[in-house]
């Protein structure tokens, strides 16, 4: 068995997966199979679509799952839970199985996402982990795909470790953000254990610390000749700042067979401030010279720094993506769906004044159908074991409105969910990291523009079958009123 991560902790669970663990333990439950699904109720920022990530970093957290003698000893150092219960734990393993949607796909909300199959007591002891770490990554993935596609083609640096709410979040928000599209990090650690590629130049400080502007940058040439970018704000972008840059490039580097890479504004006016720098920059000759911006930026200043011109060749991205300043919460939520009783699968509803807390029963699938040139149509959740035949025409429901109806034809049927552990051991290898970013990409390609708008983006239908639909009702009518 391979060696636990260093970071695994185990007891990074709410208190009350214990008490209720315990509980079923006392019934003789640990035996019996429930299942649980994981989805979203809302797309954050009111957008259109979002990012699933964050599934690699739970299989691996399910694969080494263990209580360790210190934790049995905390636990039994409380003094309420049994030594049968304890005895239990120290020997506990995840024998369960995941089925998931790919890391990097695009989802919506009221899709299951992620499928346990497990133990009663294993499912409930995964669910603060599994969801912290699923809505966490998700809701940094959607932020940056929202981010990089408003840049327009250019590229976008993740600059936000120092605004992330800690070590672990600095860097699987840089994980995440790169599946979503970032083309690099400011985190030399997430290329270390990631590849993700680092980059960065200098600060302020840097500039400050020496006699005069000119001499700081000269002296960074000097260190980096090949990869030259300087910071020109520190004191006045245009009358210092740039023309210090150019000065640099004329009298040390350009002798020397080197080049200016390229200037970064971390202040100001920055459509203004890049495009004088554009004009400065090329009548020094120097074309090939970058222009980076940074500067508490997101989706909306992006889009908007685009559509007034501003000759920026790339934005560096920090507070806002990293922290999802905007709507920092993807709520994600862990439901159970279903027990197994004697080989049968029995149905769980959760009913709720609030429709949309209102759960989706059974065992499901979940579907993807696409036109002929390869646009999503609409999802389906489906029972388990149904099937959509795209060869025939199917009719989809809005399941709220379930009288408006549309039949669709000649599209193709894909299923979504995946098993990618079974009885605790993994069934499928996990894709690279490069290869999870290329299949977000290609996703976000598959939807209508409309979708991908940053404003009032159209509906994507996520639709149920008849029977499952027919399913839903039949347990709110059972239930509904009725004393339990």
């Known amino acids: ?248 490039h004329n009298e040390y580097l350009a002798p020397n067979g080197h080049a200016l890479r390229g200037i970064r504004i971390d202040s100001g006016d920055l459509a203004y401030l890049s495009n004088r720098a554009r004009e400065m920059l090329d009548a020094a000759g120097l074309h090939d010279a970058k222009i980076t911006v940074s500067n508490s930026l997101d989706e909306y200043l992006i889009k908007d720094l685009v559509l007034q011109g501003a000759a920026v060749d790339n934005f560096g991205v920090g507070e806002r993506l990293i922290t999802a300043k905007s709507n920092p919460v993807f709520g994600g939520v862990y439901k159970i769906v279903a027990l197994e009783k004697d080989g049968a699968i029995i149905p769980k509803i959760k009913i709720s004044e609030t429709l949309a807390k209102t759960t989706t029963p059974g065992y499901k699938q979940l579907w993807r159908l696409y036109d002929a040139g390869g646009k999503a149509i609409a999802d389906v959740v489906t029972l388990h074991d149904e099937t959509i035949d795209d060869s025939q025409p199917y009719e989809l429901f809005d399941p709220e409105y379930p009288w408006k109806r549309k039949t669709v034809s000649g599209f193709r049927a894909e299923k979504r969910l995946q098993t990618w552990m079974e009885a605790g051991a993994r069934s499928i290898a996990m894709p690279s990291l490069e290869d999870v970013r290329a299949h977000c990409q290609h996703e976000q390609q598959t939807l209508w523009d409309e979708i991908r708008r940053l404003e009032n983006p159209h509906g994507y239908y996520v639709d149920l079958s008849q029977a499952l639909w027919q399913l839903k009702q039949d347990l709110i009518r059972e239930h509904a009123g009725k004393p339990q």
């Open 1 to 248: 068995m391979k060696q636990a991560p260093a970071n695994h902790r185990v007891l990074l669970m709410d208190y009350y997966a214990l008490t209720m663990a315990q509980s079923h333990f006392s019934q003789g439950r640990q035996h019996e199979i429930a299942y649980f699904d994981y989805f979203f109720r809302t797309v954050p920022d009111h957008g259109g679509y979002a990012i699933f990530a964050g599934l690699t970093q739970v299989l691996d957290y399910l694969e080494f799952l263990h209580f360790t003698p210190d934790d049995i000893a905390f636990l039994r150092s409380k003094g309420v839970f049994t030594a049968e219960f304890l005895d239990y734990l120290a020997n506990f393993r995840f024998h369960g199985d995941i089925r998931a949607v790919p890391e990097g796909s695009v989802v919506f909300p009221h899709e299951p996402l992620l499928t346990v199959r497990a133990p009663l007591i294993d499912c409930q002891l995964i669910e603060t982990y599994l969801l912290l770490t699923l809505n966490h990554q998700s809701r940094i993935a959607t932020k940056a795909a929202r981010i990089v596609h408003e840049a327009a083609g250019r590229p976008v640096f993740e600059f936000g470790s120092r605004r992330a709410h800690g070590g672990d979040a600095a860097h699987y928000g840089a994980r995440a953000a790169y599946i979503g599209g970032v083309a690099a990090t400011s985190n030399t650690y997430s290329e270390y254990v990631s590849g993700i590629p680092a980059v960065g130049t200098m600060a302020h400080a840097y500039v400050q610390s020496f006699d005069s502007e000119y001499e700081a940058f000269l002296q960074y040439a000097k260190t980096w000749p090949d990869n030259t970018v300087l910071l020109v704000d520190t004191y006045d972008t245009l009358r210092q700042g740039i023309p210090n840059a150019i000065r640099v």
